[in-house]
């Protein structure tokens, strides 16, 4: 199970007030989960079709965490400092009774928050804030239906997208912030209706720089709109301070009131503060977007580890801790491994 003879060192560290940090200094912070590695969309930039079709070999539910699990592990993170759990995929609200793991997350000492395409909001965003969950943020990359099917490449509509911020609003799951990735020739023609519906609704729109995650998408550089280019679009905008560190996005407020964000992962990289680990549907955590592999904690807690042990493996690999993958992205070659997002939660 890996060796356990530096575990209490973390602990006591842990209780003396002191963060787990590492090797660049920076703090674990904020866990990432991604509950399931399906989707019911097929967003061209993240599970292509040609690739995640019908002959897809999916993960069997014996391979992946169970709730228990994960409720477990996220106690062992939080006691190494994580306060803030995000559950992704994947898509998150096709994972089944999803709420009974909110409800047993919700005793913990975390903000809850979730990212999910939006689509089956309607049918569970009562249940999951009854559960606990604190709030959403559902992406959504055009209002346009047409544009909106070409990215998606599937039978979702935006009117079901849109149904879903309402309803995740009318149930209290704010604030509601909008993902939108900007991809060059499929959605920059999106990003000022988007930041005009929902400024005036007080949501804040964050335009995603396109990431070169996981090895199936086809990524260019001369498809990611650059921050750059998106400040220039949109034009007046006044640079908000951030409310805590490491927060992804650059905030700006709007001249009409509202804010947007921009997260610049491409062409402004925020590695210096990057509090941020993952764990995959199947118990490996992941210490960087991307990353070609992670280290295995669903083995060690189906032969039985103890909490002791377990922690010292998570704090061992967050000690040893040197990604920065963004601010060296031009040094890794195009064809290395890189896991996929929906299989660590984007
Ligand atoms: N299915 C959920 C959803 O779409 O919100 C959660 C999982 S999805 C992987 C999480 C976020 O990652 C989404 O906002 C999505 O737009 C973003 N994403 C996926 N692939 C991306 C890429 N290549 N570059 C930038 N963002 C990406
Ligand atoms: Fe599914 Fe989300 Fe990936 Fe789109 S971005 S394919 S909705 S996991
Ligand atoms: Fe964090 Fe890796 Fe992204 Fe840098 S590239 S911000 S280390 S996840």
Same mark, same amino acid.
């Given at each position: 199970v890996g060796s356990v003879e530096n575990g209490t060192t973390h602990r006591c560290d842990m209780r003396a007030g002191k963060s787990l940090l590492d090797a660049h200094n920076r703090p674990l912070r904020d866990l990432r989960i991604s509950v399931t590695d399906r989707c019911n969309m097929r967003c061209r930039y993240c599970m292509p079709r040609e690739v995640f079709g019908s002959d897809f070999a999916f993960l069997a539910r014996v391979d992946i965490l169970t709730y228990e699990e994960i409720d477990r592990l996220v106690g062992l993170f939080t006691s190494l400092g994580v306060r803030k759990i995000r559950l992704s995929g994947?898509?998150?609200?096709?994972?089944? /009774?999803l709420s009974d793991l909110i409800s047993m997350l919700s005793l913990r000492d975390v903000e809850i928050a979730m990212t999910t395409n939006g689509v089956l909001l309607p049918r569970y965003a009562p249940a999951l804030s009854a559960a606990g969950l604190d709030r959403v943020t559902v992406s959504l990359d055009a209002l346009d239906e047409a544009t909106f099917a070409a990215i998606t490449d599937? &039978?979702? =509509?935006v009117a079901a997208v849109l149904a879903g911020i309402e309803a995740a609003e009318s149930v209290g799951l704010g604030p509601i912030k909008i993902n939108t990735v900007v991809k060059r020739g499929a959605n920059e023609d999106e990003i000022i209706d988007l930041v005009e519906r929902f400024s005036s609704r007080d949501i804040a729109t964050r335009f995603i720089e396109y990431m070169d995650v996981? =090895? =199936? /998408? &086809?990524?260019?550089?001369?498809e990611v709109v650059t921050a750059n280019e998106i400040r220039n679009l949109i034009g007046d905008l006044e640079p908000i301070d951030p409310t805590h560190h490491g927060e992804v996005a650059k905030r700006y407020r709007l001249p009409q009131g509202g804010e947007v964000g921009l997260i610049t992962s491409v062409t402004e990289p925020f590695c210096g503060d990057c509090s941020r680990a993952r764990l995959s549907v199947d118990g490996h955590l992941y =210490?960087?977007?991307?990353? &070609?592999g992670g280290l295995d904690l669903l083995t060690p807690m189906r032969l039985g580890a103890n909490d002791e042990q377990i922690l010292s493996l998570i704090s061992g690999c967050w000690q040893e801790r040197e990604d920065r993958y963004s601010e060296v992205r031009s040094n890794h070659p195009s064809t290395e491994t890189r896991v996929e997002m929906s299989f660590i939660g984007g």
């Open positions: 994947g898509e998150p609200l096709l994972r089944k /009774n599937s &039978g979702h =509509t996981g =090895t =199936t /998408n &086809g990524w260019a550089m001369d =210490t960087c977007l991307f990353a &070609g």
